[in-house]
């Protein structure tokens, strides 16, 4: 049984361009959340889908969007990157059911110079 | 704002000797409440977690946590640590109604033999 699945492992960006992260969830589970981990700190939640919509956000600004596909994987994207967006980027997977608990991916380390 | 609050940023032990680590969160109502491991190289793992009933659970690896309603509280422990049990340790709440997971700054565990 699979886990939940990140790609890629490691991202290099420069300020002002454009990134798409990649997540599958765990078999059986239909709700994918993101979370931002800046070095030194807990993860922060950036949104959740469920149903190819979004859920609920966290306080991000709209250069944070996201898409869920039919067979619940989900894409983040960043647009006009930041210095300040660079951290691990973490997606957790959930069913609707039982959303409070969640499964992390391994996450992907982005790097913005 | 909702907030949760980990007072040891790192932790240093010998094995055997008896680990608590603090959690306090921000929430007037109701809240689940987590404690993830993230071992050296390895994804947020779920260690424990407490949605309702007992306030003592416990979770894997011989840990516990105790949630106190009064001091709004959840601290892990375990009675004798391992040297395996060197890691980063992150609380979490979920407010009731909600789905995302706010996670407190982390605390380092290091284990020595």
């Known amino acids: 049984d699979a886990g939940v699945t990140q790609s890629p492992t490691h991202l290099i960006k420069t300020r002002g361009q454009q990134v798409t992260l990649r997540c599958s969830p765990k078999s059986g589970h239909d709700t994918v959340s993101w979370y931002q981990q800046a070095l030194g700190q807990g993860p922060q939640f950036i949104f959740q889908y469920y149903e190819e919509e979004e859920r609920q956000r966290g306080n991000f600004p709209d250069r944070f969007s996201g898409h869920q596909f039919p067979n619940y994987s989900s894409e983040l994207n960043v647009n006009a990157l930041l210095l300040g967006d660079s951290a691990l980027y973490l997606c957790?997977?959930?069913?609707?059911?039982?959303?409070?608990?969640?499964?992390f991916g391994p996450g992907t380390r982005l790097l913005v110079l | 704002a909702q907030s949760v609050s980990q007072h040891n940023h790192h932790v240093i032990l010998s094995e055997a000797a008896s680990l608590e680590l603090g959690c306090n969160y921000s929430?007037?109502?109701?809240?689940?409440l987590f404690w993830y491991v993230q071992y050296p190289g390895q994804h947020l793992q779920l260690l424990l977690k407490y949605f309702s009933g007992d306030p003592l659970v416990k979770g894997i690896k011989g840990f516990e946590a105790e949630f106190i309603k009064s001091k709004f509280s959840f601290n892990l422990r375990k009675p004798s640590v391992q040297w395996s049990d060197t890691a980063e340790y992150f609380c979490a709440v979920m407010p009731y109604n909600t789905d995302k997971l706010i996670f407190g700054t982390g605390t380092r565990l290091q284990v020595f033999p």
């Open positions: 957790a997977s959930s069913s609707r059911d039982r959303v409070e608990t969640q499964y």
């Open positions: 929430y007037g109502g109701t809240v689940n």
